[in-house]
Antibody, heavy 116, light 108 residues
Framework: EVQLVESGGGVVRPGGSLRLSCAAS????????MSWVRQAPGKGLEWVSG????????GYADSVKGRFTISRDNAKNSLYLQMNSLRAEDTALYHC?????????WGQGALVTVSS | EIVMTQSPATLSVSPGERATLSCRAS??????LAWYQQKPGQAPRLLIY???TRATGIPARFSGSGSGTEFTLTISSLQSEDFAVYYC??????????FGQGTRVEIK
């Protein structure tokens, strides 16, 4: 069974940083690209960032470009999202998802709240 | 960036009835269109990809159609577990992949 478990969420002040992690199991991690998708409270889905199987290709939404960095460690079956210069509008539930384009499995999410 | 527009925002349907959800792309995405279902408090689940292919384990009452800029998700006979929010997503032009704003299917 595919499992994706996010961690690292929390409350942070505007301008602060946070690093999300996603632990993957139940599939061959380095066979897949991976993505982060967020959902602001009561709102829809917003794709944030994606990374291919070996980390050689990454992409970002314009809203986070230059502030967020996606990475992966295939030896640890883990995906990461380093979030810097956080803003109130980054407040959301951040889902880790298997896939680079088509998102075939999703984690339950890690809640990030940016507030002073 | 490709804008995905879903309609209606909310669809009220009685159990056993058919539901038809629409998704329109601001430019052609070929058949690179997926549908996801999200129930309250749960992560989204992939239903349809390639505009019309059901994902593993998805019941046959879910069907997708369309190509280019116009797409439809049809639920042939709504079951109680189908009341949820449905999102379309294009994965033709990257970055970014883009989602529609969602259609909520509620009990009439």
């Amino acid at each position: 069974e595919v499992q994706l478990v996010e961690s690292g969420g929390g409350v942070v002040r505007p301008g602060g940083s946070l690093r999300l992690s996603c632990a993957a199991s139940g599939f061959t991690f380095d066979d897949y690209g991976m993505s982060w998708v967020r959902q602001a409270p009561g709102k829809g889905l917003e794709w944030v960032s994606g990374i291919n199987w070996n980390g050689g290709s990454t992409g970002y939404a314009d809203s986070v470009k230059g502030r967020f960095t996606i990475s992966r460690d295939n030896a640890k079956n883990s995906l990461y999202l380093q979030m810097n210069s956080l803003r109130a509008e980054d407040t959301a539930l951040y889902h880790c998802a298997r896939g680079y384009d088509l998102l075939t499995s999703w984690g339950q999410g890690a809640l990030v709240t940016v507030s002073s | 960036e490709i804008v995905m527009t879903q309609s209606p925002a909310t669809l009220s349907v009685s159990p056993g009835e058919r539901a038809t959800l629409s998704c329109r792309a601001s430019q052609s995405v070929s058949s690179n269109l997926a549908w996801y279902q999200q129930k309250p408090g749960q992560a989204p689940r992939l239903l349809i990809y390639g505009a019309s292919t059901r994902a593993t384990g998805i019941p046959a009452r879910f069907s997708g159609s369309g190509s280019g800029t116009e797409f439809t998700l049809t639920i042939s006979s709504l079951q109680s577990e189908d009341f949820a929010v449905y999102y379309c997503q294009q994965y033709n032009n990257w970055p970014p992949w883009t989602f529609g704003q969602g259609t909520r299917v509620e009990i009439k």
